[in-house]
């Protein structure tokens, strides 16, 4: 671990512990302030690409360093006030390794709650997007059995936060609890310079999200519908094709991420009685553009013998449109024209377009060791298979990088609450 890296979790550990003091200075029946963090290490066997938890990190474990302890390493405080039974706010600001490559703090979330009945809410502002199972803990590793969640289906969709407005319903039948959440939003994130830069946002989001519990049971349905807009400088690509008349035009139409609608469908299921738990995720994404149509999937089960629990997962993700396109007609262009259209369907058909939709399964095992209250020692071992020309979820990839091979990492996390 870099002195740099220690330099900014001391001082990020130190200013949340000051934001807790100052929050107990208040009257406690209102301010309350929770922190969590991960300190990470991980290695990877590809030294020609990096592997890493989300998209938005510039590198990771195997080309950059061998061993990294960005892939997972955060820290994170919260502070909540509840000013009465209906009215409340909260505050989380996280330190983490950013697009930028830097620690800078970012806020996760920041919103107002008013409660019109213990069963009916309203929030606004910086919200979660609650997509998965595990979203509302996602960057809190303590509160799961695994080093990190699994990146076939969590990279899907890497947003952990958009600003609107949700409003959640909860009813009760018998035993069953049912939660329904519905929110109207927008987002915008930047991209590492390790692609090029640029931004991925999306304006006037729908989301519905439906949560039924039933004892140890829990099932859990999303849908997204968006209209989204990608930008980075390998997409004037797009641009070069329109100026080859209509067949050009329909290409660009095609694959050009402006303003393309956007559908993500997701369900996720989990049973813990306590002594062991099975829990599995699927999620398939349509994004009218060259990101195209993705499915991933996992199941991942574990059992707890006091304070040690193993566990396994395997998860795959894999396309369901094509990824590669045969592009301009060669032999309908003018002579002078033909080298020019060969590299752009080239480029149409590389890593960074068509061939960037994940193809990959990974069978993982873990076990997380509960050293003490509130700290959990975790280690976890990933082998994964890349398919079909794809380079998967890695990042960063270098000259000479092999698809379709195995890569093998190797995880541990010391994770913990205050």
């Not at 302030?33 to 290490?41: I, P, R, S």
């Not at 949560?211 to 997409?235: D, M, Q, W």
Request: with cysteine; charged share 15%; hydrophobic share 40%.
């Amino acid at each position: 671990m870099s002195y740099q890296f220690r330099s900014i979790m001391l001082g990020a550990l130190t200013l949340c512990m000051t934001i807790g003091a100052r929050a107990d200075a208040f009257d406690q029946s209102v301010f309350s302030f929770n922190g969590f963090g991960t300190l990470g290490l991980t290695h990877s066997s590809e030294p020609l690409a990096d592997f890493t938890s989300t998209f938005f990190k510039p590198n990771g474990a195997g080309y950059t360093r061998k061993w990294s302890s960005d892939v997972d390493s955060r820290i994170g405080g919260q502070v909540t006030a509840n000013f009465n039974k209906q009215l409340s706010a909260v505050l989380q600001v996280i330190v983490e390794q950013r697009f930028d490559n830097t620690y800078t703090p970012a806020v996760e979330w920041a919103n107002i709650k008013y409660e019109f009945t213990p069963d009916l809410s309203v929030r606004f502002g910086r919200i979660l997007l609650p997509i998965f199972q595990i979203s509302d803990y996602r960057k809190v590793s303590y509160a799961y059995a695994w080093v990190r969640p699994p990146n076939e289906v969590y990279t899907m969709v890497p947003f952990a936060n958009n600003d609107g407005i949700d409003v959640t319903y909860r009813f009760h039948v018998g035993d069953v609890i049912n939660t329904t959440q519905g929110i109207y939003s927008r987002f915008h994130y930047s991209l590492p310079k390790s692609i090029g830069g640029g931004s991925t946002s999306a304006e006037n989001v729908s989301s519905l999200f439906n949560t039924t519990e039933y004892g140890h049971a829990s099932v859990r349905l999303a849908y997204i519908n968006s209209k989204f807009t990608t930008t980075f400088p390998g997409l004037t690509l797009f641009d070069a094709f329109r100026q080859f008349g209509p067949e050009g035009i329909a290409i660009a139409n095609k694959y050009d991420p402006f303003n393309k609608l956007m559908i993500y469908t997701g369900i996720g299921a989990t049973y813990d009685p306590g002594k062991w738990f099975v829990t599995g995720e699927l999620s398939q994404t349509n994004a009218h553009s060259f990101i195209g149509k993705k499915q991933a999937w996992y199941i991942s089960s574990g059992f707890r013998f006091d304070k040690f629990t193993p566990y396994f997962i395997y998860a795959k993700a894999k396309a369901k449109s094509e990824t590669s396109d045969p592009g301009l007609t060669l032999s309908a262009l003018p002579p002078e024209l033909v080298g020019t259209a060969a590299a752009m369907n080239g480029a149409l058909n590389s890593t960074a377009l068509l061939k960037s939709i994940p193809v990959q399964n990974t069978i993982s095992l873990g076990a997380r060791w509960d050293v003490m209250k509130d700290v959990s020692l975790k280690v976890q071992y990933d082998y994964t298979t890349l398919r079909n020309g794809s380079f998967g979820t890695l990042i960063n990839l270098q000259p000479g990088f092999q698809p379709d091979s195995k890569v093998k990492v190797v995880s541990a996390v010391l994770d913990f609450v205050f």
